[in-house]
């Protein structure tokens, strides 16, 4: 193998594969990235056998070829290199010469038979999904991912296709995030996925704001094809919950108030919460919110925000920091905020979207 390579853009390729490299593997060929020449250009492969991506760049291939190299210091040497084109090649015994007219490497690496070979995806449908409609879901859904390994099914988000509506779910018992989008799709495909939460993050990585993703589903594998970047995924298997019956019907008692200023407030209050004494008050009045925290040894704080109210008054806590995670990723810049009582979940609800968070005791 022998190719030709443009500098920056060989660190952002190994940047976009190595992120699922872990160094803790018990097969040394896992901290490996696989390369391989294809017409016109590369293919680089990263896999811990859960999770496996390819990228591809354009090079100048002179002879084809495929190795395996450590990933982190071959990403170690092309950062540190003096020129911005670099000559890679292979000699015998998988010994790789990374040079220039003034600078050489060469480092020992692995034959591409010993790589994990990907799953393959023959004679599958295929789903198109706009690649800013999935960042846009993910970004209203991943944070509420448990990472309770003991609820093995809420370690991912729920993917579901059914009547050309794409719908994701995530919960950890304690909030749950909806988001579902019309898909522009003429396909009759029915879904049902659970997807990691590692997944999750590549994903949300490497999705852009334009053009066209691919998403294939094989036997407890999904692929991702985003155009350049692939992401393969072993499934969770197991039942995700029933979250239907979960997702409470439109409540009239609404607290209409700025979400940004809320934001801030909340932000604010969080300042004093410790690990004991979580809870944020939230006190509502006609057309008023007051936000309070009281820390036994750490202090006090109280707000009050304008807010259009005219149901009953009431008190209520919740986790500031489940709050935060949605109010931060909204872009509505007015938010109703459904409460019943002090005892129920407060809702937030807007078009192809619910957040349940359940309150807290307030010590």
Do not use: W
Request: hydrophobic share 45%; with cysteine.
């Amino acid at each position: 193998m022998k190719f030709k390579v443009e500098k920056n853009s060989l660190v952002a390729a190994i940047q976009t594969v190595q992120n699922i490299i872990t160094s803790k593997s018990a097969l040394p060929i896992l901290s490996n990235i696989l390369i391989e020449t294809q017409q016109g250009g590369i293919r680089l492969t990263a896999t811990d056998l859960d999770i496996g991506i390819t990228c591809v760049i354009p090079v100048d291939i002179q002879e084809p070829g495929a190795i395996t190299i450590p990933a982190k210091r071959f990403s170690d040497i092309v950062k540190e290199f003096p020129v911005d084109i670099i000559n890679i090649s292979t000699k015998k015994n998988n010994l790789v010469v990374v040079d220039s007219e003034l600078c050489q490497f060469k480092i020992m690496g692995l034959a591409k038979e010993e790589f994990p070979k990907l799953p393959e995806f023959k004679d599958k449908k295929v789903v198109k999904v706009e690649q800013i409609t999935l960042k846009e879901m993910l970004a209203l859904t991943s944070f509420a991912v448990s990472f309770d390994e003991t609820r093995y099914v809420l370690n991912g988000i729920l993917f579901k296709i059914n009547k050309g509506v794409l719908t994701l779910v995530s919960t950890d018992g304690k909030r749950l995030a909806f988001a579902e989008r019309k898909l522009e799709t003429g396909l009759d495909v029915d879904l049902n996925m659970i997807v990691p939460i590692k997944t999750i993050h590549e994903l949300n990585r490497n999705l852009k704001e334009g053009g066209e993703l691919s998403l294939v589903v094989g036997s407890n594998q999904a692929l991702f094809d985003l155009g350049g970047v692939v992401v393969i995924s072993r499934l969770i298997e197991g039942e995700f919950p029933d979250y239907k019956q979960v997702i409470p019907s439109a409540s009239e008692n609404k607290v209409k108030i700025g979400r940004n200023q809320l934001l801030l407030a909340v932000k604010r209050a969080a300042l004093l919460a410790t690990a004991d004494y979580q809870a944020v008050k939230l006190e509502v009045f006609k057309n008023k919110l007051v936000i309070s925290k009281s820390t036994p040894d750490v202090g006090e704080f109280h707000e009050e925000l304008a807010a259009e109210y005219q149901g009953r008054e009431m008190i209520i806590g919740f986790n500031p920091v489940y709050l935060i995670d949605i109010l931060k990723n909204l872009n509505e810049e007015v938010i109703n905020l459904e409460l019943t009582d002090g005892e129920k979940p407060g809702v937030i609800r807007i078009s192809g979207y619910v957040y349940i968070v359940l309150p807290m005791r307030i010590n």
